[in-house]
């Protein structure tokens, strides 16, 4: 037990040095928790509707092909003082905020007028245009010299020769840059999840357009610099930009809907313009889709938190150790592997109820590791049953029937049955009447062959009724029962076992008279009940599984009585404890050389109408 306990406790100690690497240090299993993720936010997603006073003014397709909209602004991409107009008359109805989102660089020089008229809609304090980061630009500016207005504000232990690629606005002049960054931040699989409120750089802080109108219209934010977005299941209220726009430039026609408090998102959805994105939601999830989500969870902070960080690696560890406990202490695998499935389905509804309360937190790397850890001890467990088996055969196989050798690997209990220990049992001795007179008249082998068959006939009755052979002297046998395996009813196997020896040599003998061999073959068995001690005897080399003690001798001596009297005799103790099974004879006592007390033997006979 102590060799399987050291190879369980240091398997476990070899998991949970690899889990610790693999879900704290290296983080290698992350891609499965996000794979997961994925699809359990989708899920989440259908019970999630978005907040009504979020709105997109979308560029969508039919805007693009909308007639009117062609004879005004021509083609795409359509004059700057379109959006101007939109956005004024956005502005009088008294909206939250305006966020454009579109790329307004570089100026335009041919019509510069149309630049001005943006210029002048940008009046509007709650108005946002985009910048776009580009952290490998050759010459990058100081960003000591961004305009107060951008946002970009010095932080402690600033550098304040930082510099940083930026593609400002530059349609608009400087003091009209209300902005913020639009980039988006892929994970490693080109998915993005998360979004960010802004990013230091050297000591500069430059907000993202999420984090910048967050801060302008004072909604709730995490304490760190990025979230992770928790998305809705259907589209924000999204109405086509030229429904709109000529709404606004109709007199006497009212817009399509109320802008007043509702944060205004202006973008693109048209395929032709390319503003798309991989997000859990799809990998053609629209740009301004995206920062509306931002905006939304910030609002009713519904964004996600993750779980501690602590919460895997310990998880993987008590269900690892749990593992090994469970396999050490030889439960069935079967249950050990309905109870996996079982905590599998319990932490998968876990998961999926955290996001329902704002938490995120996927188990699959911890279900990675303990189904690898249920794999290593279970082949570690395979490995020691094989080998407790090979053991537990080679220990009893010559001493008993297959299936007492079966039930000891089944119950474990081989290794504690080569103990040396006390037990009662009840054994039997047989021995052929008359075999030296009748191997005088016959040469050497035919006799060894001759009691070969014998034996086996003799030991196959012993084995049928679950007897351990002992062993074989000379022409007798020796067997005995309620060792290895205790048995309750060992008495009873014991002469029932008596009885079929006398049938099997009934038909050896007529099975050697059809082969033309005349022989008279008479055998005597005594059998007795009592304690022994029971074990293996003998030189390392030779290990013999044996009993020894006063009650071996008696049943020797009682067999030795059988001569004259009849063919089975058994004592009184070995009759008290099977009397309900057979019928018997009582034949009196005895004088057995080497006790002083008589000994009472009886004669069994099978039961009318039982066989035999």
């Keep these: 037990m102590w060799r399987r306990k050291t190879l369980f406790s240091g398997l476990a100690v070899v998991l949970l040095a690899l889990t610790f690497l693999l879900l704290a240090q290296w983080r290698a299993l992350d891609p499965l928790d996000r794979q997961l993720g994925d699809v359990l936010l989708r899920w989440d997603a259908r019970h999630r509707p978005p907040p009504d006073d ?3 003014i979308d560029i969508d397709q039919g805007s693009l092909n909308d007639d009117r909209m062609l004879a005004l602004a021509g083609a795409w991409a359509w004059p700057r003082a379109v959006h101007a107009e939109l956005i004024t008359a956005l502005a009088r109805r008294g909206p939250r905020a305006i966020v454009v989102d579109l790329i307004l660089s570089p100026p335009d020089r ?5 630049d001005e008229a943006l210029a002048q809609a940008m009046d509007f304090e709650r108005a946002f245009v985009p910048m776009i980061l580009m952290p490998d630009a050759g010459q990058p500016p100081p960003l000591a010299l961004a305009p107060p ?3 970009i504000r010095r932080m402690a232990q600033a550098d304040p020769d930082a510099r940083y690629g930026i593609d400002a606005p530059t349609a608009l002049p400087p003091e009209r840059w209300r902005t913020g960054y639009i980039n988006f931040v892929a994970d490693t699989d080109g998915i993005g999840r998360r979004i960010e409120l802004g990013r230091e750089v050297r000591g500069w802080w430059i907000p993202h357009m999420v984090g910048r109108v967050a801060e ?5 934010q995490p304490r760190t610099s990025a979230f992770r977005l928790h998305w809705y299941g259907r589209d924000f209220q999204r109405i086509p930009y030229a429904q709109v726009y000529l709404a606004s430039q109709t007199e006497g026609v009212s817009l399509p809907f109320d802008p007043e408090g509702k944060i205004i998102v202006i973008g693109a959805t048209a395929s032709g313009l390319l503003d798309f994105l991989a997000t859990p939601q799809g990998a053609t999830t629209p740009g301004p889709y995206v920062l509306q989500t931002g905006l939304a969870n910030l609002q009713d902070r519904s964004w996600l938190r993750d779980a501690p960080g602590w919460i895997s690696p310990w998880l993987a560890t008590g269900l690892i150790v749990g593992c090994a406990f469970l396999f050490w202490r030889r439960v069935s695998p079967v249950w050990i592997v309905t109870g996996f ?3 599998a389905l319990l932490l998968l509804a876990v998961a ?3 996001l329902r309360t704002n938490w995120y937190w996927m188990p699959l790397s911890v279900l990675t590791m303990t189904a690898l850890a249920l794999l290593a001890f279970g082949l570690l467990s395979a490995r020691l049953e094989l080998a407790h088996r090979h053991r537990v055969q080679a220990m009893f196989a010559r001493f008993v029937d297959a299936r007492v050798v079966d039930h000891l690997v089944a119950s474990h209990q081989g290794v504690a ?7 009662e049992v009840t054994v039997l001795f047989s021995d052929i009447r008359g075999f030296t007179h009748l191997s005088e008249y016959r040469a050497p082998e035919d006799v060894v062959a001759l009691l070969n068959r014998y034996f086996e006939t003799q030991v196959g009755a012993i084995f049928r009724h679950q007897g351990t052979l002992d062993k074989f002297m000379g022409d007798g046998i020796m067997a005995f029962w309620g060792a290895p395996i205790p048995q309750a009813n060992h008495a009873g196997l014991a002469v029932a076992a008596a009885l079929d020896m006398l049938q099997a040599l009934r038909g050896f003998v007529a099975q050697l008279k059809s082969e033309g061999v005349e022989i008279a073959l008479e055998i005597g068995i005594g059998i007795h009940t009592g304690p022994a001690v029971v074990g293996f005897l003998g030189m390392r080399q030779r290990l013999d599984y044996t009993a020894i003690g006063d009650t071996v001798n008696l049943a020797s001596r009682i067999e030795g009585t059988t001569k004259g009297v009849a063919r089975i005799l058994v004592s009184e103790a070995t009759r008290r404890q099977c009397a309900a099974d057979f019928e018997f004879t009582d034949h009196g006592c005895f004088k057995i050389r080497g006790r002083e007390q008589e000994v009472h033997l009886f ?9 035999g």
């Design 54 to 56: 979020i709105v997109l």
């Design 110 to 114: 041919l019509e510069p007028y149309n």
């Design 149 to 151: 207005i951008m946002g």
């Design 216 to 220: 302008a219209l004072q909604l709730p």
């Design 341 to 343: 499935v079982g905590v």
């Design 352 to 354: 999926a109820g955290a």
């Design 417 to 423: 049955a080569s103990d040396t220990v006390e037990r």
């Design 603 to 611: 004669e069994p006979v099978p039961r009318t109408g039982s066989e």
